[in-house]
């Protein structure tokens, strides 16, 4: 896990007195961010089942199935949450976990973006493309702020559509999703859903590489002005 602030994803919650409990009784467990980390694809794979699952129910069952990926989905980001707690405020990170931290989080959205295109697809047959498309968007997000880190940039995590703006959207698709075969054709919302956070996604790669080229240029142009002044 990254070991300072700036290198850290802000989280307001991170701060509530119930968050840094658990957390503090998730070390006390000895339980590692690593194995944190990667809680996370379970819970996002239960989330990806739960909404495929969805696609082919009927009756009293499709009423519950989004409920269930909604848990899933907020399982994955407690999970996110409480890995950097452990690691950074716990004094427990270790060299590999950045990798940790950040492959689970790659693999944890192309589930629930691929599936919610899958279960939108009893409404238009593209639909499972959009939601491959979202999900490659999605990774690319993430490697373009790694990638200008690398280079020397801070940290990016601006939206629009940053995992945290992708998973509130998915979540309320979701909820909406429960309603949706009393008033409109099933999948309707969760297209919708997969759609906006593809969009968006091209957006915060876009926002984020001319953050990143803007920052590398003039810090370029501030080093020549300093060799000059030697």
């Known amino acids: ?15 509530h007195r119930l968050a840094q409990r658990t957390a503090a009784w998730l ?4 339980i590692t961010p690593n194995q944190i980390s990667l809680a996370s694809i379970g819970f996002a794979a239960v989330a990806a089942l739960m909404l495929v699952a969805w ?35 716990g004094g427990r990170s270790t060299p590999a976990g950045e ?18 295109g899958y279960a939108a697809g009893a409404f238009w047959s593209l639909a499972p493309w959009m939601g491959w498309l979202a999900a490659l968007l999605a990774v690319v997000t993430a490697y373009v702020r790694v990638l200008g880190a690398s280079m020397g940039a801070p940290m990016r995590f601006s939206g629009p559509m940053a995992k945290q703006h ?32 593809a969009l968006g996604s091209a957006l915060t790669v876009a926002r ?15 080093r020549s002005k300093d060799a000059g002044d030697v």
């Open 1 to 15: 896990m990254p070991s300072t602030s700036a290198n850290r994803r802000p989280i307001k919650s991170r701060d």
């Open 27 to 30: 070390n006390q467990r000895g």
């Open 55 to 89: 696609r082919h129910a009927a009756d009293g069952i499709q009423w519950i199935l989004p409920l269930l990926a909604i848990l899933g989905i907020q399982g994955r980001l407690l999970c996110n949450l409480f890995d950097g707690m452990v690691a950074v405020e």
């Open 99 to 116: 990798l940790y931290n950040d492959m689970p989080d790659r693999a944890a959205d192309a589930l629930l973006l691929v599936a919610a």
């Open 166 to 197: 992708r998973m509130a959207l998915l979540s309320a698709a979701c909820l909406l999703s429960v309603f949706e075969p009393a008033f409109w054709p099933k999948g309707c919302v969760l297209l919708l859903a997969v759609t906006v956070i």
């Open 208 to 222: 984020r590489t001319r953050d990143i080229h803007a920052y590398c240029e003039d810090h370029a142009a501030d």
